[in-house]
């Protein structure tokens, strides 16, 4: 096959060829979002870890640029962050322009496993790096320690970086002036989901909705295993960072109720005037990410995601949204609704239209139904069945029959995601389509799954369906993406 196989997303992140995994060092300078990332210049599989990289002006199109840090004779290039030293705080800018910093996790294999974190510097806007001659700048002498993510704490007047204890489930906290020498602060962990070990840590500042002024403070964590799906997963814990020490004041919870999102980091660096917390993930399951049937390239992002932290009753959960740019990229729209659907008492299929990249919002409401909901990329066997399941009040993703997919049982199980009908009795969800996911969003955001999907090209239509009773098909709007 070719680069432009079936598959390749139009408005998600792909390489150009061969393998990606996490985001790395995203940040915003000079106007453009950067995208660096897990890469593997020589092939489609896991290895030879590099630093790819490519800017954005919308977080939509990419423009691929050379690769950024290539692995070394001695070590990979692990995942990372990087920040743009406008304090002039690390010395290591030329000519007054504040460098762009990275910190990244430097894993060398022989004699043994070592991994410690290594600093590399750019004056030319990320184009091209230079090692610091004192690498490293922080080595514990572990064999697994890694995935710093740096950030500048503004009330303490220093550096901070949270970076990972993978066996031992914990983020460790380190303090720096300078991103150069860095101390020890705290610890957290184990928490949470520790079946797996623990990867690539964010502490984010999040925008409570309603509340100007108000954020609130988000750890990230990846967990290798043990997601309610199966395999890999990102979970998030709320709490208080005082500068110092990070406490939950929450109980851990599940980031996405769907299979393929890990190792989300959010963008550095956004201008005060936007403020918003921005992240994307790698669109993939460390348990199948190498069966997966795409042949020049290998592994997408998620769509960006604008987060917020909603105030229930003192509860603060965490909502994702794609990002408003989105929208720029609708073109043909159309709706329709209210109609009733299985109202005979029989299961009723109809078509909606067709497309392999929409986005689109339906509304239903539910009647004496068992199921309702949306056949994606239909044709033939095929269809990714999205919907909801009344006796479960949840919202779900059935893969069973959705295409091609790597050999793991996990892979065809039904999602589930607990979800009840509006105050309005309405049941509301959106889809975001591309042509090897499909992304839901329900519930403000608070209600997410993530999935790869690898369909025929020519499965392409849109359906509705009930099972078991009736529901009323309330209204569908649907946008055909630019493509
Ligand atoms: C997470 C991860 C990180 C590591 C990187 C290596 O997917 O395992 O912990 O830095 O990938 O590619």
Redesign the pocket.
């Known amino acids: 096959s070719t680069s432009q196989d079936c598959w390749r997303p139009a408005l998600h992140f792909t390489a150009e060829r061969f393998w990606i995994?996490?985001p790395n060092g995203l940040v915003f300078a000079g106007g453009q979002w950067h995208l660096f990332f897990?890469h593997n210049p020589q092939g489609n599989t896991?290895g030879h870890?590099s630093w790819g990289h490519a800017v954005s002006d919308d977080l939509l199109h990419w423009r691929h640029l050379p690769l950024a840090i290539p692995e070394d004779e001695s070590h990979?290039a692990?995942?990372?962050s990087v920040v743009i030293d406008d304090r002039g705080s690390s010395g290591l800018g030329a000519d007054g322009q504040a460098p762009f910093v990275a910190i990244y996790?430097a894993?060398a294999q022989q004699p043994v496993r070592h991994q410690a974190q290594h600093l590399a510097f750019s004056s030319d806007g990320g184009v091209r790096w230079t090692q610091y001659a004192g690498n490293p700048v922080l080595d514990i002498g572990a064999q697994d320690f890694?995935?710093p993510k740096v950030f500048w704490h503004e009330s303490s007047g220093r550096w901070v970086m949270v970076v990972?204890l993978?066996h031992e489930r914990k983020a460790s906290f380190y303090a720096s002036p300078d991103l150069r020498h860095w101390s020890h602060l705290s610890d957290f962990g184990p928490a949470g989901g520790v079946e797996g070990i623990w990867?690539?840590p964010d502490l984010i500042s999040v925008p409570v909705q309603g509340q100007p002024g108000r954020r609130a403070w988000v750890l990230k964590v990846?967990a290798?295993e043990g997601h309610p799906t199966g395999g890999?997963g990102a979970q998030v814990f709320v709490g208080d960072f005082d500068g110092s020490r990070f406490r939950a004041t929450q109980p851990a919870r599940w980031v996405d109720h769907g299979s393929d999102f890990?190792?989300a980091i959010c963008w550095a660096h956004v201008p005060a005037e936007d403020g918003r917390a921005v992240w994307l993930g790698?669109m993939n399951n460390?348990r199948y990410a190498a069966a997966t049937p795409t042949q020049a390239w290998c592994g997408a992002m998620s769509i960006p995601r604008r987060l917020s932290v909603r105030d229930d009753a003192g509860a603060l959960v965490l909502c994702q949204e794609p990002v408003a740019e989105l929208a720029t990229a609708r073109r043909e729209r159309w709706q329709c609704g209210p109609f009733a659907l299985g109202a005979g008492g029989v299961d009723e299929v109809v078509r909606l239209g067709a497309g392999d990249v929409l986005d689109l919002e339906i509304a239903w409401r539910p009647g004496t139904a068992t199921e309702f909901g949306l056949l994606l990329r239909c044709g033939g066997q095929e269809a990714t069945r999205v919907g909801w399941d009344a006796e479960r009040r949840a919202l779900f993703v059935d893969r069973s029959l959705s295409g091609l997919g790597p050999d793991d049982p996990v892979y065809r199980l039904p999602q589930y995601a607990p979800l009840a009908p509006q105050a309005d009795g309405r049941v509301v969800w959106r889809v975001l389509l591309d042509r090897c996911s499909v992304e839901l969003f329900a519930d403000g955001g608070a209600v997410v799954l993530t999935n790869l999907i690898f369909p025929s090209p020519e499965s392409l239509e849109l359906r509705a369906f009930v099972r078991g009773g009736s529901a009323e098909l309330l209204s569908l709007e649907c946008w055909a993406l630019e493509a």
């Open positions: 995994n996490d897990q896991w870890m990979m692990f995942s990372g996790t894993c890694r995935d990972v993978p990867e690539c990846d290798f890999s890990y190792a790698w460390h």
